[in-house]
């Protein structure tokens, strides 16, 4: 018949000797299998003339109680294990149940669960056939091709060169290792560089169970999809993107990287831009990646009503460190489309922004850094809908551009410099401080007793250098604020007289140079006794020296049709002991102890921890030497729990604490047995002796209504409950000495429910017209989440500016809102799954737009993702103005 038939040992010869076999019988029998295996399978290999070919097969002892191995397919994913690959790459290895020679036909097949492996890639299928004459390689029922990197190719028909390389699919569906997906029902591989898919699909979405007849959630369906592996790149002819198998989107022509490409030049996905002063508009973003540390990207966005907006960005990853330069320019068709100065930028036509950020790390312990943007306007990048990471925050309008040398090891040292700008309508450039240098250094020593005539504890320096210098003073109404009478813009005040008194100023920001150097040393050591109390005893001393350099001539102007009105450099004397240049210098040493004893106790339901705290601290009844009255970096003041127990409760260098002070209180935990715990911590601040600076004005007022200007200080105290890690509420306040009335109140809670996530804040402070709060201020936010399935969620927030009551009509002119004033509130709602995100959200916010009135901001953004393919986002903006009386809902 011209054929030869050579069965494996194992599947075609009997597994015993007889129908009960002994063991002995057994292990012959199994022995002698065996080699008769063996030379059968060397007979038949004799007569194959394949070169490289060795059979591989388990011994028959082993394969005695072995399951034949499974088929692999589509429908039997569980049996994707295949044994380990020949060490020899190069040598293909061949197992299966028989090998078959047809002499006639010249072709050799391996058929039963055929497995063939060949310069790292597996071949498997119900029979793998090799034509000697054509030198191809067919595999035939359940096919499936494991590449090196890991990539599946399944298909019911593979006819492939001899060194698996080139080829045709037939049904083919890949899965490659980044979760994509390719189908077609034929595909043709040329030059191992190309891959033609005709009438493919290509998708992220990984397909639901065993169902691969079902449509994912999205894909793109083509013509002709053309993967050309050398330039990692994906083509698509007569495309349509398919939505639940829906057609959404025609192209005839696109392209995309392959799933494999983290980076690579191309077109990126496209924006939409619609807004009132810009008028609809699209960019294109082309991104070069000219080598493999550096980059750029070009935008070009076209906008109806102000032409083309040019935005370019350079990034590149240094050996230690990263940079990027972005800019972006325009040169506006239609710039009376923005608000007239001082509200806007109506007179500019070149409108545009530089900017740069990166950091180097130049030595172990050394890095260097920058952070800087210029713009050609305070109004370009809102009113372009331009990021930046220089900017601030959200809440403070401003940007900052710095540059800084850090070091760190067993001391740290900082020298930076800032710059401010303010992006506000009602900021004046001016007054923006700019502070440089500005050098931080601090360094922890410990002493050892044995050195030390037993003193031991530990020794730490903190050495402060600062220069800061503004054009034009600040100045600030105590009391009801008052405006600037040209614009209604500024802060302005009539009486430039310092102090207590109301309806006079305070001075926020001096004209000139201040430049001041500040050392702390400070050692302490903790003893504890035999019974458990803990004794710190401390001592210290801060040495402060000042240079004011003040400008007092000049003036920031205003004028308009309401008249004109000035702020004069020259006012800011009295603040200042009417002292124009003048060198300062102090000392103000100290001492003290403090003492904790920590009780503990265990019931039944948990334990528990009390420990009182007491701590008493001497200093001077006044500063040692001369000291000036700037205070330009202790402004901000809160006495709480979190400030009770500190040495010095100022913020800055500017302030210290005089006299003789005593701080007391106490914490107590409750932590639950299953989990969970209680903290409670409070106490009292009483000034002993001396002058108590709280209660001493300087040009700011810092101190006063801070619960710290009476002698007997205010109670502060927080509380945390915490039962589970389903929920947590952290309640804190400060309450008048005489009636324990609330002056200050936080509010934090979250919870956590699963599926239902979500917080609320809460804070109600009371007026403080001595420091420029003229009315309560009070605000009630939440936020809440909710996983709706693996897949969906919702969310949505919003926040009330409680404090629009207590406004009074007469200033503004508006009838009350009641304590529910809308500021701000979103809704949101989105889907993601492995290959898709899609957000849809909406928020409304009121924001004040520098005439005096509120413009109600309301943002429609939605967001799509489609993994592999890109990013879509539409953005629209809504705005109108409305008067304050408009905004209760």
């Not at 059968?40 to 002892?61: D, E, Y």
């Not at 003036?555 to 002292?579: E, K, V």
């Not at 935990?669 to 989990?675: K, V």
């Amino acid at each position: 018949m011209g054929r030869r038939f050579c069965p494996n040992s194992v599947a075609a010869l009997p597994t015993g000797l007889g129908g009960a076999p002994k063991a002995a019988a057994e292990a012959v029998g199994a022995r002698a299998l065996a080699r008769a295996a063996l030379r059968l399978a060397a007979l038949c290999l004799a007569g194959l003339g394949v070169a490289g070919l060795a059979l591989s097969m388990p011994t028959a002892a082993a394969a005695q109680s072995a399951a034949p191995p499974a088929k692999t397919s589509p429908a039997n994913p569980a049996a994707k294990a295949a044994p380990a690959a020949p060490a020899d790459p190069n040598k293909m290895v061949v197992e299966a149940d028989e090998l078959r020679q047809d002499e006639v036909k010249n072709t050799v097949s391996a058929v039963g669960s055929a497995r063939v492996y060949y310069k790292g890639r597996l071949l498997e299928a119900d029979r793998v056939t090799l034509d000697r004459n054509s030198g191809r390689v067919v595999a035939e029922g359940h096919a499936k091709r494991t590449e090196a990197d890991g990539t599946i190719l399944y298909g019911d028909y593979f006819d492939l060169t001899d060194d698996f390389r080139d080829g045709f699919i037939h049904s083919l569906r890949i899965e490659t290792t980044d979760k994509t997906y390719f189908s077609a029902p034929f595909a043709e591989r040329i030059n191992e560089d190309t891959t033609v898919f005709t009438k493919g699909t290509y998708t992220a979405c990984a397909a639901c169970g065993s169902n691969y007849d079902r449509p994912p959630l999205w894909r793109v369906r083509a013509k002709r999809i053309i993967h050309k592996n050398d330039e990692q790149m994906l083509y698509y002819e007569n495309a349509t993107v398919e939505l639940f198998g829906m057609p959404v989107v025609y192209m005839p022509y696109f392209s995309s990287p392959d799933p494999s490409v983290t980076r690579k030049s191309g077109v990126l996905m496209p924006s939409l831009v619609t807004k009132s002063a810009l008028g609809y508009g699209f960019g294109v973003p082309i991104f070069w990646a000219l080598a493999p540390d550096y980059d750029i990207t070009f935008t070009p966005t076209y906008l109806s009503k102000q032409g083309f907006l040019a935005s370019g960005e350079w990034r590149q990853r240094l050996e230690h460190g990263e940079y990027y330069i972005r800019a972006n320019g325009i040169d506006q068709l239609e710039k009376s489309a923005f608000p007239v100065s001082p509200w806007g930028a109506a007179d500019i036509r070149m409108r545009g922004s530089l900017e740069s950020k990166g950091e180097v790390q130049i030595a172990d312990h050394w890095k260097f850094g920058w952070q800087f943007i210029v713009l050609s306007d305070k109004w370009f990048l809102n009113d372009y809908n331009i990021p930046s990471q220089t900017l601030s925050s959200n809440y403070i309008n401003e940007t900052t551009t710095t540059a800084y040398l850090i070091g760190q090891d067993r001391g740290y040292f900082d020298l930076r410099g800032y710059r401010f700008e303010g992006l506000s309508s009602h900021d004046i450039q001016p007054q923006q401080t700019a502070a440089y240098p500005v050098f931080d250094y601090n360094r922890t020593f410990d002493v050892d007793p044995a050195s030390s005539y037993g003193i031991g504890g530990q020794i730490e320096a903190d050495f402060n250098l600062a220069s800061l210098s503004a054009a034009t003073a600040s100045f600030q109404s105590v009391g009801t604020q008052v405006l600037d009478n040209a614009f209604s813009l500024y802060p302005a005040c009539t009486n430039y007289v310092p102090g207590r008194v109301a309806g006079t100023c305070l001075l926020r920001g001096i004209a000139g140079i201040y430049t001041r150097a500040s050392l702390d040393v400070s050692w302490k050591r903790q003893y504890i006794d035999p019974v458990g109390e803990v004794w710190t005893p401390f001592a210290f001393t801060r040495v402060n020296g000042e240079i004011l350099d003040l400008t007092t001539t000049g003036s920031f102007g205003f004028a308009s049709s309401a008249g004109s009105s000035a702020i004069y450099n020259s006012a800011q004397l009295p603040f200042l002991q009417n002292t124009q240049d003048a060198a300062f210098g102090a000392l103000n040493p100290g001492v003290g102890f403090e003492y904790r004893y920590p009780f503990f106790a265990k019931t039944s339901f948990g334990s528990v921890s009390v420990t009182p705290i007491g701590q008493i601290i001497a200093r001077p009844n006044n500063q040692i030497g001369s000291y000036g009255q700037a205070n330009l970096d202790a402004q901000s003041l809160v006495f709480d729990e979190a400030s009770l127990f500190q040495w010095d409760k100022y913020s800055g260098y500017d302030r210290f604490e005089t006299g003789t002070r005593a701080n007391y209180g106490g914490q107590a935990t409750l932590n639950f047995q299953e989990g969970g715990y209680i903290n409670v911590i409070g106490g009292q601040s009483y000034q002993l002796a001396g002058t108590n600076a709280y209660a001493t004005p300087d040009a700011a007022n810092v101190g006063l209504s801070s619960g710290l200007d009476t002698r007997l200080s205010d109670y502060v105290g927080a509380v945390t409950v915490a039962p589970s890690s389903a929920f947590a509420l952290t309640t804190k306040g400060r309450f008048d000495v005489n009636g324990f009335a609330p002056r200050r109140i936080d509010v934090v809670g979250t919870y956590n429910l699963g599926a239902w996530t979500g917080g609320i804040q809460y804070a109600n402070y009371q007026a403080q017209p001595e420091i420029g709060y003229y009315v309560r201020r009070q605000g009630l936010a939440f936020n809440s989440r909710y996983k709706v399935s693996d897949n969906y969620w919702a969310q949505g927030n919003i926040t009330f500016d409680m404090s629009r009551q207590f406004y009074p009509a007469s200033l503004v002119g508006f009838t009350n809102p009641g304590p529910f004033a809308i500021a701000a509130f979103g809704l949101g709602a989105g889907y993601q799954d492995d290959c898709t995100t899609l957000s849809v959200n909406f928020s409304s916010v009121y924001q004040d737009n520098g005439n005096g009135g509120l413009t109600r901001n309301q943002t429609v953004l939605v967001q799509l993702e489609l993994r592999t393919l890109g990013q879509i986002k539409l953005s629209q903006t809504f705005s109108n103005t409305s008067n304050l009386d408009g905004l209760n809902y």
